[in-house]
């Protein structure tokens, strides 16, 4: 995979990016950017397609069967639907959260890894290390530090969104993708978590899809609204 | 490296998929080309001659259909009554799980400890001799589980907010039991029904002490002392005995028909499945 | 039926005490019962068949599950319960008229007997469970939530990455379950078996990894009660009891084993 020097001001966008299911359309034509810093909210109604439009940016959408994909996302300015283009090492640069946090039933350290224990050669030290700043970024360090071997499955809601979100940063990507990270959190986490956007998205941008518009407020330095599609 | 594992993974368990699918079709094509030439009218309108030499299978068929019908005579308010017991009236989860388990232990018992404890009961306690019931009663115990576990699944997946409506209206539980989870259940009853004559179509072991000979045997009449032909048993006996090539054919022939038997009453059962897992993958 | 097997079988008991289940010996007719060689006999033949049929089936399960379309799946998932339901009679005709042939063909430098041996056994019953176990380590892997799958690829976790380190681990127990019926389920077979064991008593090899009882004809304890031994026992007592006894062996057996399996299966995910 080549990569052309970036020409754009965008570290990610969608151009033209239309989705099929069948007979009906998820998404249509649509064009979005996401600029190199900064968080930059993705907000509309129920079934607007918002959370497809995410999947497309770093094409997880691929895992769900029967859908069509026309149009391109563009990444540094490479096209990432081109054929020949090595999915899974893109989506290594472009982190992800989830609505609801996706533990895997293995211990803290363990799921911290995931991604970076098998995807990067590490020496020990060097995973110490990239374990511990991991969780310093995302404000879990303090908290987990001596409880680094115990289950994730025991973590509370909250603490466990932050641990995908540290697993994301351990992989050091280039781009955050959000999809309403905080819907499934009480207020105290949810604060937490926006605290945490707006400290990582001065380095790196985040895509971030709310269904809360305060939360847009609060958090994000732009705004995409997308009208759900009309057949 | 990573690449190359994950090209070899797919295709390593795509070997595994198609080796399976082929012995086992392989089965299939085996005996269906070895039989069918045994196979015509007066194969299955005829009686049996010569040991199997000649003749053809007609008792042997009308054993095991009235074995297998008289089983799920046995089995099929048995498992109703199992399945509502659970269902409705028994409430502590443990009991529940007591009950599955039951139903599943049932299911794995081996079927010639049936055979040896029907050889037990029927033939020698209550001095039946061998006898077609004895061997209905037997297969119809097996044919429970799989029944029981089908309706259970099904009632237990029919949704709340019917049992609620119909309580809302005033219905008491018996009304409800006959108004809604029977009739939503019926498809799944038949499903159930099917896969266990399906299954007790084929079994050997539990009519072999109980309710079966080789020969000698047409229909029967009263319940002592009254044996049948069945299908499986005639092919268990020839298939032991180094036999005459002419036999050979009909041997086939026999067992394409029970494999026809069988399998026509599993695709029977078909559709109702599907839309059950269709239901299944949708939750 | 557990206490019928038990109360009829208390005379062997008393006659034996725990040289019937550990016995090496089995002659009815001076009254000698052992039931070791048919225990071990059993044991053999379904953990080689196990043995045989697991992998390929963890394979073939793990292609359905996670690589083959939702169409397709469905159709080779169906052909498969399909074929599960071949009744055992039907592999045993097979096993004389086919398999054993092959075998021996396949054995002729140890010289064997004839086609009739241990290993053919296992091999028809390697075949049987197949479906068994391809069904449910499919239901295993389908088992493991998406979600799961979902977030290892977005991490760039390619699918094959996905499948070994998410969708395997957490399939396990279903697996393991899987396993432990189909091996209950091999051991409990017997009209399949007795047509191509060879039904000969007394195989105890001496040492327990000897490969030799595989070439030879052996015992199971379903190949023994399927025989004409259980119509001749009925008249003497203590023979029959021991007929009985084997029963019970049996029945404990896979009972253990079933429930096991399920308890396993039982088990959450996470």
Not at chain 1, 156 to 182: F, I, N
Not at chain 2, 80 to 107: E, G, I
Not at chain 2, 189 to 194: E, K, W, Y
Request: hydrophobic share 50%.
């Amino acid at each position: 995979m080549t990569n052309i020097p970036s020409s754009g001001d965008y570290a990610l966008q969608a151009v033209d990016l239309s989705v099929r299911a069948g007979a009906k359309r998820l998404l249509a034509s649509v064009n979005y950017n996401v600029p190199r810093t900064g968080a930059h909210g993705i907000i509309g109604p129920s079934g607007a397609g918002k959370s497809t439009l995410l999947r497309c940016l770093n094409r997880l959408i691929d895992l769900t069967p029967g859908l069509e994909v026309s149009g391109d996302v563009r990444f540094n300015g490479s096209s990432i639907y081109h054929s020949g283009v090595d999915v899974d090492a893109v989506r290594e640069r472009i982190g992800m959260l989830f609505q609801q946090p996706v533990i895997f039933p293995q211990s803290i350290s363990k799921n911290v890894l995931f991604g970076a224990g098998r995807l990067r050669k590490l020496s020990a030290a060097a995973r110490e290390e990239l374990l511990e700043q991991s969780l310093r970024e995302a404000a879990l360090w303090a908290e987990l530090k001596d409880r680094l071997h115990e289950p994730a499955a025991h973590l509370s809601v909250g603490q466990q969104q932050r641990l995908c979100l540290a697993r994301a940063l351990a992989m050091k990507p280039e781009v955050l993708l959000m999809d309403e990270p905080t819907s499934a959190l009480d207020p105290k986490a949810t604060a937490a978590i926006e605290e945490l956007i707006l400290e990582l998205s001065k380095t790196r941008p985040v895509a971030l899809v709310t269904h809360n518009l305060r939360q847009a407020e609060r958090v994000c330095s732009t705004v995409f609204e997308l009208q759900p599609t009309l057949d | 490296m990573r690449k190359l594992v994950n090209m070899a993974l797919p295709a390593l368990c795509g070997v595994c998929a198609l080796l399976a699918l082929v012995i086992l079709a392989g089965i299939v094509a085996a005996i269906a080309t070895r039989g069918l030439p045994a196979i015509s009218t007066n194969f299955l309108l005829h009686e049996m001659k010569e040991a199997g030499v000649s003749g053809g299978i007609l008792y042997n068929l009308l054993g095991t259909l009235l074995l297998i019908a008289t089983g799920s005579l046995v089995a099929v308010p048995i498992a109703v009554a199992l399945a509502l017991v659970r269902c409705v009236y028994v409430t502590s989860p443990t009991k529940k799980r007591v009950t599955t388990l039951w139903l599943y232990l049932l299911n794995g018992t081996p079927s010639i400890l049936f055979g040896i404890f029907g050889f037990i009961l029927f033939v020698k306690v209550l001095g039946w001799g061998k006898s077609w019931l004895a061997g209905g009663i037997l297969l119809g115990v097996m044919m429970i589980p799989t029944m029981a576990v089908a309706l259970i699944d099904r009632i237990e997946s029919i949704p709340r907010r019917y049992i609620e409506a119909a309580a809302g209206l005033g219905l008491s539980q018996r009304q409800i039991i006959w108004s809604v989870l029977l009739p939503q259940s019926a498809g799944s009853l038949l499903t159930g029904s099917f896969l266990g004559l399906a299954r007790a179509a084929g079994e050997t072991a539990p009519i072999m002490f109980t309710a079966t000979i080789f020969a000698g045997a047409t229909l029967p009449s009263g319940i002592k002392d009254s044996p049948v032909l069945t299908l499986p048993y005639h092919i268990f006996i020839l298939a032991q005995d180094s036999f005459d090539p002419a036999a050979s054919s009909r041997l086939w022939g026999a067992a394409l028909v029970l494999l026809a038997l069988v399998f026509g009453l599993s695709l029977l059962a078909l559709p109702l499945r599907w839309r059950s897992h269709e239901e299944a993958r949708n939750d | 039926m557990l206490l019928t097997f038990i109360v009829q079988s208390v005379p062997v008991w008393k006659h034996a005490g725990f040289s019937f289940p550990l016995g090496k010996e089995w002659f009815f007719r001076t009254a000698l019962f052992g039931a070791l060689p048919m225990i071990y006999g059993s044991i053999v033949v379904a953990l080689i068949a196990v043995v045989i049929a697991g992998p390929i089936g963890l394979g073939a399960a793990l292609f359905t599950s996670e690589y083959l379309p939702s169409n397709a799946r469905r159709f080779v998932k169906t052909a498969i319960e399909l074929l599960a339901g071949i009744p055992s009679v039907v592999y045993g005709l097979l096993g004389v008229l086919l398999l054993r042939d092959w075998v021996y063909h396949l054995l002729q430098s140890f010289d064997p007997l004839s086609g009739d041996t241990l290993l053919t056994a296992a091999i028809l019953l390697a075949i049987m469970i197949l479906p068994t176990i391809m069904t449910l380590a499919d239901d295993a892997f389908r088992s493991v939530p998406h979600q799961q799958r979902a977030a290892a690829r977005a991490l760039g976790l390619n699918k094959a990455e996905a499948t070994l380190f998410v969708s395997l681990p957490q399939a396990r127990a279903g697996i393991v379950a899987a396993i432990l019926l189909a091996f209950g389920r091999a051991i409990g077979e017997t009209i399949a078996v007795f047509l191509v064991v060879g039904r000969q008593d007394n195989q105890l090899p001496s040492s327990v990894l000897s490969l030799r009882p595989l070439v030879e004809a052996g015992q199971t304890i379903t190949s023994k009660l399927g025989g004409s031994e259980t119509n001749i026992a009925y008249g003497d007592p203590l023979h029959w009891a021991a007929m009985v006894g084997l029963a019970l062996l049996l029945l404990l057996g896979v009972s253990f084993l079933t429930w096991f399996g399920l308890r396993l299966g039982e088990r959450p995910n996470a």
